[in-house]
């Protein structure tokens, strides 16, 4: 399995990005699929989830109608579209999957059991 995200940078605040992680040697249609962040001292978190056994998507409560996620299941992306960039969204954003799970809001409440890692994208936003 690999993970490759890409499009992080540095925006000002109320600007926007959007995330692309191209994934290669999993089916989205066996495995929970999102997108992560870690900040500078702070643990991993769930910013946007969706299992593949699960009709919904999970947005952690922070995101607030902010981002939108989707997977591209025939191009084999997953996409974070991020706009009203705040200060406090700076980190560096991770795509993760993994098999075990059939719930989105489980899978993007537990990263530290999530098997596959992306090496992570820097977003900068700066007041």
């Known amino acids: 399995v690999q993970l490759v995200e890409s499009g992080g940078g540095s925006v000002q605040a109320g600007g926007s990005l959007t995330l692309s992680c191209e994934v290669s040697?999993?089916?989205?249609?066996?495995?929970?699929v999102g997108w992560f962040r870690q900040a500078p001292g702070k643990e991993r978190e769930g910013v946007a989830c969706?299992?593949?056994?699960?009709?919904?998507?999970y947005y952690g409560s922070f995101v607030r109608g902010r981002f939108s996620f989707s997977v591209d299941a025939a191009n084999h992306k997953l996409y974070l579209r991020m706009t009203d960039l705040e200060p406090g969204d700076t980190a560096t954003y991770y795509c993760?999957?993994?098999?075990?799970?059939?719930?989105?809001?489980?899978?993007?409440?537990?990263?530290?059991?999530?098997?596959?890692w992306g090496q992570g994208t820097q977003v900068t936003v700066t007041a």
């Open positions: 969706k299992a593949h056994k699960d009709i919904d998507m």
């Open positions: 040697g999993l089916a989205f249609n066996d495995h929970a």
């Open positions: 993760g999957a993994d098999r075990a799970y059939s719930i989105s809001r489980v899978f993007c409440s537990t990263p530290h059991l999530v098997d596959e």
